[in-house]
């Protein structure tokens, strides 16, 4: 049975979908005013990892995440840039795109963006006119009377008495109450702006996301999601004006990842710890394989607790990475082609039972590096891992990681032999030197065999000695 820690409830609940076998997700997605950062990252990563075990497990999930392509931020970024809000946003959305297949993100069922859906959000305001929660202010903009849905604080734990308006929300004094947040904004001189009831204007942030959930969804479904900073005011707003719209029930669970930190301090541009995900992937000569070690790093922590990106983190799960593609390089055909493992495979109970328990990732990589070792023990000793194989696989697959080339990531593919790869040697002389250290050993000449590996270790070069004499080396990047 699968358990997720529901944030409306504050602990952890067996989850029971609303339809047998089916799965409604929606997560808040990207404003895309900007390059994409650690934080977006972890956005990304846990919930395409979220959803690919729901998925491991038979249901069938509808994912959708939403893009906000028109938002503050972005007017006035375009206005900075003079050019066109769309040009600016496609730009992004198209950058974000490449960022989550270098992640290895599978893309959602659907992508809805705010402007897509102005005609949803203009009838959802409309609902709650009439039904006495929206009100026009004499400046024009629409709000949302916070203090007539009964209920508004639940999510947060915050007690109304005490709001403070969240950052997005205006301050001004054209609310009837200072708590109120606003709905509709009425348009200003050269801004983008759509024909509504209230004027020509545009949506508030919090609206968009309701619209566009129970558009692509349902006006109740299972999972809404998205990063802890956007508990309150955000998903606190998105419940109060949905149900009242609605009448009904918005999510049965609200999961929530944690913040990401950096060298234990909070990301923060102020700050100068700010990183965009490309910068990052500019570490590696190989942004793919880059990637694939932010991921690891990502799921080493699990996805509520805070996330400390650093140097040592990244270097870690590098090596966390490597240790696994070197078994898949072993494997060779034997890891491409290995069968479903059996469903009374002690390995995949493990993993099974890690997994759905609120998806703790690191207790799942911990099964994984068990299995990781036996296969090692077992393939030392020419004896039978097949079950041991099966498990490897899925569960890879299952996380998102090692499905790269081995020799690629673990960088002992080269194309060109002349390419000089240590020093000043080719990977032609390099591989011409082990070879030589390989034929020393078999003639027990110890002291030449030491000298050769002396020399290509103190040019950056790891050696691996297998069975049988063989070899496989990499550079250190």
């Known amino acids: 049975m699968l358990h997720i820690y529901n944030s409306l409830s504050r602990k952890k609940e067996e989850f029971i979908p609303i339809k047998a076998g089916k799965i409604g997700l929606y997560v808040c997605g990207m404003t895309v005013y900007d390059l994409c950062h650690l934080g977006h990252a972890r956005v990304l990563v846990v919930f395409d990892m979220a959803v690919r075990y729901m998925r491991a497990l038979g249901y069938k999930v509808n994912y959708v995440r939403n893009i906000t392509d028109i938002d503050d931020k972005i007017i006035e970024r375009a206005i900075s840039n003079k050019e066109d809000y769309q040009v600016l946003t496609t730009r992004f959305i198209d950058a974000m795109h490449e960022d989550s297949e270098v992640l290895n993100v599978l893309p959602p069922d659907l992508e809805p963006r705010a402007t897509s859906h102005i005609d949803d959000i203009i009838n959802m305001i409309q609902q709650l006119e009439d039904k006495g929660y929206a009100y026009q202010g004499e400046l024009g ?29 205006e301050k001004d004094n054209d609310k009837e109450d200072p708590v109120d947040f606003v709905l509709w904004k009425r348009a200003k001189p050269d801004e983008p702006h759509w024909a509504s009831p209230w004027g020509e204007g545009r949506p508030g942030w919090h609206i968009e996301c309701s619209a566009m959930s129970t558009q692509c969804i349902a006006d109740h479904f299972d999972i809404h999601a998205g990063g802890m900073d956007l508990q309150f005011p955000h998903h606190e707003n998105e419940i109060a ?42 570490q590696d000569t190989q942004p793919a394989r880059m990637g694939e070690v932010i991921r690891f790093m990502m799921l080493a922590s699990h996805y509520r607790s805070p996330l400390n990106y650093s140097g040592e983190a990244l270097e870690n799960a590098r090596l966390a990475l490597d240790r696994l593609y070197k078994v898949a390089d072993r494997l060779e055909t034997a890891y491409l082609d290995a069968a479903a493992p059996e469903e009374d495979n002690n390995w995949m109970k493990r ?50 990681i090692v499905y790269q080339d081995p020799a690629s990531f673990l960088g002992t593919s080269i194309s060109d032999q002349s390419e000089i790869v240590a020093g000043d040697l080719t990977a032609a002389e390099v591989q011409n030197l082990l070879e030589e250290r390989s034929a020393a050993k078999n003639d027990k000449n110890w002291a030449r065999a030491d000298e050769i590996r002396d020399q290509l270790v103190a040019l950056g070069v790891r050696i691996e000695d297998k069975p049988g004499g063989e070899f496989s080396w990499s550079v250190k990047r």
């Open 351 to 400: 993993f099974k039972q890690a997994m759905s328990d609120d998806f703790n990732t690191p207790e799942a990589l911990a099964v994984l590096f068990d299995v990781t070792r036996t296969i090692n023990k077992q393939l030392d000793c020419a004896a039978d891992c097949a079950p041991e194989i099966a498990a490897f696989k899925v569960m890879c697959g299952t996380l998102g």
């Open 241 to 282: 004006q949905t149900e009242a719209a609605t009448g009904c029930t918005f999510a049965n669970f609200w999961m929530h990842n944690g913040y990401v930190q950096i060298d234990k301090e909070k990301m923060s541009k102020s700050l100068g710890n700010f990183f965009t995900i490309r910068e990052i992937l500019a």
């Open 141 to 169: 903009d629409v709000y949302y009377r916070v203090r007539k849905f009964d209920n508004y604080g639940r999510l947060s734990g915050k007690d109304i008495d005490e709001l403070r308006v969240g950052a997005r929300v």
